[in-house]
């Protein structure tokens, strides 16, 4: 039997394995590189702002698509000057009402449908009528019945939010087990606490769905309500700025304005709501 030729193929080096016999292969710095997805996500970010500096330089026109580097020079002019955070502070302020406004009706909403069978049937009516209706043109009704203020555009944000939350989160509570349904009814749970203590973390991915879906309908909502009448009580937001440049045919600043809400929509997805996954459905392992 020690005569027989050992194959290759099952020649295994045991040198640092576990207890479980595994053997953990050292990564060459390449691969731990490429491993970071924020590194990844970064270099993608350099070769876009590479093309965009390319093309801007082969149009050679301003008027048109000014280069990446006189964009950031007009960004950081803004940035400088006050008007830029001033402008951005002042749409920043606006969603965080509008949006706040729709999570509360959302959560108002699906809660009653989750308990009762004509808020389910409430909840299925409302969103197949009011979902496909763009919130940009509800805008006019809203001026009428709020004025030119922060309330007609508060208005266009809780629709924006209020449906694909709403949606999602119902869709969420719906896919909740039966088992885990009848694990907090035999601790007692019904109604507002079993949907607090079970439906809201089973169905958190979900939720947080709803919430990155709502967040971006909301934050395009509000540039282009502001580029339609601008300025809400006596102060003017990202969306007006770029209206303003526009009209002044410094385009070097509108693209600094879109370059600013693209960052703010990088910050909100990447800091925020990657930091809320990390503290939930990823370390309760509900999502890779």
């Given amino acids: 039997m020690s005569d027989l030729a050992v194959r290759p193929e099952i020649v295994r080096d045991v040198r640092g394995a576990d207890q479980f016999g595994i053997v953990q292969k050292e990564l060459t ?3 731990r590189l490429y491993n970071q ?3 990844r996500k970064a270099v993608l970010l350099v070769l876009l702002a590479l093309a965009w500096e390319a093309y801007g330089r082969h149009l050679d ?6 280069t990446f580097a006189d964009t950031v020079a007009a960004l950081w002019g803004g940035v400088v000057s006050g008007v830029l955070p001033e402008r951005a502070w002042a749409s920043i302020q606006v969603l965080a009402i509008g949006f706040t406004t729709g999570v509360v009706l959302a959560g108002l909403l699906t809660v009653l449908a989750i308990t009762t069978r004509i808020g389910t049937d409430f909840l299925e009516t409302v969103t197949a009528m009011f979902s496909p ?6 805008l006019p009704l809203a001026m009428i019945w709020f004025g030119l203020g922060i309330g007609s555009l508060v208005f266009v944000l809780v629709h924006s939010v209020l449906w694909p939350l709403a949606l999602n ?3 969420g509570f719906r896919a909740v087990s039966p088992t885990l349904r009848m694990v907090g009814r035999n601790y007692g749970l019904s109604g507002f606490g079993l949907v607090m203590k079970i439906l809201i973390p089973a169905a958190f991915p979900s939720i947080l769905a709803g919430l990155k879906i709502g967040w ?5 909502t509000l540039i282009a309500a502001e580029l339609v009448f601008g300025v809400a009580s006596g102060k003017g937001g990202l969306g007006w ?3 303003e440049s526009k009209n ?5 600043e509108v693209f600094a304005g879109l370059l600013t809400i693209i960052l703010i929509g990088l910050l909100v997805e990447n800091v925020i709501f990657r930091s809320i996954e990390a503290r939930t459905v990823r370390r309760w392992g509900m999502q890779s």
């Fill in 29 to 31: 710095v390449w691969e």
């Fill in 37 to 39: 997805a924020w590194l």
């Fill in 61 to 66: 026109n301003q008027l048109l698509v000014p």
């Fill in 133 to 138: 209706l763009p919130a940009i043109a509800l």
């Fill in 169 to 171: 989160t119902h869709a």
């Fill in 216 to 220: 971006a309908f909301a934050w395009r």
């Fill in 241 to 243: 700025y770029i209206f």
């Fill in 248 to 252: 002044e045919l410094d385009i070097p």
